[in-house]
T-cell receptor, first 117, second 112 residues
Framework: GAVVSQHPSRVICKSGTSVKIECRSLDFQATTMFWYRQFPKQSLMLMATSNEGSKATYEQGVEKDKFLINHASLTLSTLTVTSAHPEDSSFYIC?????????????FGPGTRLTVL | GNSVTQMEGPVTLSEEAFLTINCTYTATGYPSLFWYVQYPGEGLQLLLKATKADDKGSNKGFEATYRKETTSFHLEKGSVQVSDSAVYFCALSNFGNEKLTFGTGTRLTIIP
């Protein structure tokens, strides 16, 4: 089946630094990818839609200057958490849709655990 | 807006027990409904889906029926196995929109 990878799987950084998370579709191309954030014991919340060749679309309440998204190619989207603070500590998950038969199925990466000290 | 309310966990069952995880939703129009499963250390995987009222999704012994009248999509399995231990997420999307709205997830542990 389709595979989506994320790198790194876990990162610890100091407050004020920036962290880049990569999301790759390994065996299919994705013009759109999605970035989610998951807090402990809470659901996944959609942060933004990453669009290849154009600007990302952010959900209400998500700071676009804080969470920079770049869809560099048809297989790679990156999320950069700029000037990270402890409240940015979370589990970040990406997904990419792949057309199967008559519908698009979302394939999810394994997630990246970000801890900001 | 869309929302999904899912049974709180964690849920612990003995092997071969019957499983039900409740899920209800609020949405405009006629959403597609999904159950995703997340095994330890892995990404979310689609378990089953239903795209219209009265549809039944099924996979690996799990079933869920799209009930429009009760806005529900409860997950059931007649006899669970230890390998079913995972976190289960109920989710919906509106037709033509790939954005997913998730429930909070239910952690299921099956003991031998």
């Amino acid at each position: 089946g389709a595979v989506v990878s994320q790198h790194p799987s876990r990162v610890i950084c100091k407050s004020g630094t920036s962290v880049k998370i990569e999301c790759r579709s390994l065996d299919f191309q994705a013009t759109t990818m999605f970035w989610y954030r998951q807090f402990p014991k809470q659901s996944l919340m959609l942060m933004a839609t990453s669009n290849e060749g154009s600007k990302a679309t952010y959900e209400q309440g998500v700071e676009k200057d804080k969470f920079l998204i770049n869809h560099a190619s048809l297989t790679l989207s990156t999320l950069t958490v700029t000037s990270a603070h402890p409240e940015d500590s979370s589990f970040y998950i990406c997904s990419a849709p792949r057309k199967l038969a008559s519908y698009n199925e979302q394939f999810f990466g394994p997630g990246t655990r970000l801890t900001v000290l | 807006g869309n929302s999904v309310t899912q049974m709180e966990g964690p849920v612990t069952l003995s092997e071969e027990a019957f499983l039900t995880i409740n899920c209800t939703y609020t949405a405009t129009g006629y959403p597609s409904l999904f159950w995703y499963v997340q095994y330890p250390g892995e990404g979310l995987q689609l378990l089953l889906k239903a795209t219209k009222a009265d549809d039944k999704g099924s996979n690996k012994g799990f079933e869920a029926t799209y009930r429009k009248e009760t806005t529900s999509f409860h997950l059931e399995k007649g006899s669970v196995q230890v390998s079913d231990s995972a976190v289960y997420f109920c989710a919906l999307s509106n037709f033509g929109n790939e954005k997913l709205t998730f429930g909070t997830g239910t952690r299921l542990t099956i003991i031998p």
